[in-house]
Nanobody
Framework: QVQLVESGGGLVQAGGSLRLSCSAS????????MAWYRQAPGKQRELVAS???????NYADSVKGRFTASRDYAKHTVSLQMNSLKPEDTAVYYC????????????????WGQGTQVTISS
């Protein structure tokens, strides 16, 4: 069973920074894409950033230039450095592992973490 655990959320003032981390555990052979999503109250979950197995990064327009995703392929971890935070960044942030192949050869299309709250005060 593959599991994701996030850490690093919290409350900061606008203009501040936070770093989120996510670690995947289990009998993992490979992960195609690791990503961060967020969901604000009353809104749909949206993609924030993703990194594919070949290093391609994708960011939501709203976070480009402020957020940076990084990934450790050997440790199956992904981080999100968030700078110049704005009140509209307030949301629950979820880590996702897309296309996980276990050592037994089983492919899991998506695995999600439990989410971590990020709150930005104005």
């Amino acid at each position: 069973q593959v599991q994701l655990v996030e850490s690093g959320g919290g409350l900061v003032q606008a203009g501040g920074s936070l770093r989120l981390s996510c670690s995947a555990s289990g009998r993992i052979r490979s992960i195609n894409t690791m990503a961060w999503y967020r969901q604000a109250p009353g809104k749909q979950r949206e993609l924030v950033a993703s990194i594919t197995s070949d290093g391609r990064r994708n960011y939501a327009d709203s976070v480009k230039g402020r957020f940076t995703a990084s990934r450790d392929y050997a440790k199956h971890t992904v981080s999100l450095q968030m700078n110049s935070l704005k009140p509209e960044d307030t949301a629950v942030y979820y880590c996702a592992a897309l296309g996980v192949t276990t050592v037994q050869g089983v492919v899991q299309s998506s695995t999600w973490g439990q989410g971590t709250q990020v709150t930005i005060s104005s």
